[in-house]
């Protein structure tokens, strides 16, 4: 087998593999640029370094471990890899994300095999079970936490009762976050996950692009404070619904209850739960990103495929994957959280727009203490749509007295 | 394929395949007792009913899915249908325990395939995700919740302080307990699956009765009370770690921290947690035990077996087992409570003892308001090796005051 790219998930998947020391996996390339400065003294000598991919290509070995990440040149290198009839073993998240479907039909068609379980949640073996243990089931809805970034910045906002910028600063310098963390932020990394556990898990093809995504960015530690009245947290959440023939899908911020298990998650471990028709619910926790529980996932697949391999050629399973249209609009109870400059009426103005939406008010938190200049207070709504929700927020941004667009956030069991 | 055995999850295995439907898994036989009451209008008018096995042994089903469960007769017929070269699919915890590593070799000499993913935890995806997402890792620690119904009785007991008699009745009633529970309550039924988990994880060999199981009878009420000063609660625990040559097992009561994955497992639910080399540790939720959860696992396995005989015949995959010696001398501080008519001196006499076999005395709690003839406290140790406290306990086992043997429990992280 062929190792490409050798940064820190490459060099610890060719350590397990080199102390695993079976006679199944053998590595015998590994592809990166300036091979020479990658070089390791603890790999064995008769591995073969190559910068060019092509000496991969026309090697005899059968299975290619993609870890470049990017879709390019990845893209190419694994449908090229597909092509010539070698399994392709890979962590490329944006790669599945957008061409899964299409990717695993290559792979049928050429008589091999494409295993992605490191491209969702490193080491929590979520995609695995789905492939094995549950696939007995007929799952209807996944969710999860599956952004350490977010998870850290948020537990770190509700643990000190900081400022994002300074949750975020910190995620940077302790190297949970990239300079530009936008992806993360912003839930475009997240939906990527999404899209693939709900192909995994649902059968469904859809675009990560179709799955909203709203920030976390603009979640302030007196969200913590009030989410806390409410008996909650705040989390990124992932979540998706199969029902009939509309994919429910969101990725972002919500309130869960701080005794949920989406509520217990701290730091960035990474949390999913699959809920099937026949089999309830299920839970699995562990570390969602670093380079060694990556690294089991991708070795895990490799030896998944190795044996595929030892009892010959597969007959293609044909994809029966489903394209369901992808919406948003959920129902749930709602966080409406504004800041506003205090003067009287201003709950007679915001109730008179809700209730001229039909959105029934379930509380109004306020706070003391703050600088009535500014002054940050909750109200919460009954279960309504999104589509319900979002004409009134519309029309509430043009309030004099509101001085930022109202937060609302979702609410969650 | 052929179904031996038609109870709750028999019925339900067969219920799933009719509604999936696939080309993939045709159930063509049935085999039970009195198949004439037996028999549902749902299934199959093509499907043979028949009550005797030798039928299913002559057919040319290539699966034979074993629910019959004990010993006596299903040993005989999954060896059987090993040896005729149909892989088996089995729920049957008993069998897997005793003699996995036997029948696995088995499977292997025949080329056919022997999965028991329902062996263990029911709905709890743990044995696929050991053969799949984590086999990569080198696993060196499995723990679980995998009694659902110690766990039932013990979160009773805490949530609603009541006798442990009462509890196990209610536990009864509901339909979680056997009228002879012994099987659950004494640890037989957890120590069977902890070496089940142990053989697919840790691969080692080892016979369920060398692991040492110690009852949840003993627990009381009272003893929530104190766990709760201590921030603890008590749950069943089972538990293996493998250090070099031994390996350490035992299946118990035990307190854990009441914010620790454990301490919040409530109800009949299971939780497994794995420990690896590489990818830390990793944490599976959901339901243990009833009929669809379990017919899941095993439709589950099916799937993964007939997914292996498309594409012929098995290489036989030589099993590298180790058989370490067995160990259940865990190092921990400890729970110790006694139950006193109380008088001067008790402390004095208790640390005495103690001291004299070299064990540190962390703790010593009281609460207020008991009577004085059937007093129950509490002295925490710190941590010692259970060789070093047994000696100790044999000699508190005679001092005058004390009215019953004192309950030690290990107190987990």
Redesign the interface.
């Known amino acids: 087998m062929a190792l490409v790219g050798f940064g820190t998930v490459g060099r610890?998947v060719a350590k397990?593999l080199c102390e695993r020391g079976d006679g199944m996996l053998r590595l015998t390339h590994i592809c990166n640029r300036n091979v020479e400065r990658k070089k390791q003294a603890w790999v064995p000598s008769d591995v073969v370094w190559t910068e060019d991919f092509h000496a991969i290509l026309s090697s005899n070995a059968e299975i290619v471990v993609e870890l470049v990440g990017g879709l390019t040149p990845a893209e190419d290198w694994v449908r090229s890899a597909l092509k010539a009839g070698k399994s392709v073993v890979t962590a490329n998240k944006q790669l599945i994300a957008r061409d899964g479907p299409e990717l695993l039909e290559l792979a049928n068609a050429n008589g091999c095999q494409l295993e992605f379980?490191a491209s969702v949640a490193g080491?929590?073996?979520?995609?695995?079970?789905l492939?094995?243990?549950?696939?007995?089931?007929r799952l209807h809805g996944i969710s999860g936490i599956l952004n350490g970034t977010c998870n850290y910045i948020l537990s770190r906002i509700e643990s000190a009762r900081i400022p994002f910028s300074e949750a975020l600063e910190e995620a940077q310098a302790r190297g949970y976050a990239e300079a530009d963390a936008s992806e993360d932020l912003d839930g475009g990394d997240a939906r990527a996950k999404l899209a693939i556990l709900a192909l995994a898990g649902l059968q469904v093809r859809i675009a990560p692009e179709d799955i909203r995504a709203r920030s976390i960015r603009h979640v302030e530690a007196v969200d913590f404070d009030y989410a806390a009245q409410l008996g909650c947290t705040i989390r990124q959440i992932s979540r998706t619904d199969l029902v009939r023939e509309t994919l429910y899908a969101e990725v972002g911020p919500g309130l869960v209850p701080a005794s949920s298990?989406f509520g217990?998650v701290q730091r960035n471990l990474n949390l999913v739960l699959t809920s099937?028709q026949?089999?309830?619910?299920?839970?699995?926790?562990?570390?969602g990103a670093g380079g060694?529980?990556t690294?089991?996932?991708?070795?895990?697949?490799?030896?998944?495929v190795a044996?595929?391999l030892?009892?010959?050629?597969?007959?293609p399973?044909p994809l029966r994957l489903a394209s369901p249209k992808v919406s948003c609009d959920f129902e749930t109870p709602w966080y409406l959280r504004m800041v506003v400059k205090d003067q009287p009426g201003i709950i007679a103005a915001l109730a008179a727009i809700l209730s001229e939406h039909g959105l029934n008010i379930d509380a109004v938190l306020q706070k003391p203490g703050f600088d009535k200049n500014a002054l940050p207070f909750v109200i919460t709504l009954e279960p309504c749509r999104d589509s319900q929700l979002q004409p009134a927020l519309h029309e509430m941004l043009v309030l004099p007295f509101a001085l930022r667009p109202c937060l609302s956030l979702p609410m969650l069991r």
Chains 1, 2 share one sequence.
């Open positions: 610890e397990i379980g080491g929590v073996p979520v995609l695995p079970a492939r094995t243990g549950l696939c007995g089931d298990p217990r099937g026949y089999g309830g619910d299920m839970a699995f926790l562990g570390a060694d529980p690294a089991v996932a991708v070795v895990s697949d490799l030896i998944f044996e595929g030892s009892v010959g050629k597969r007959t399973r």
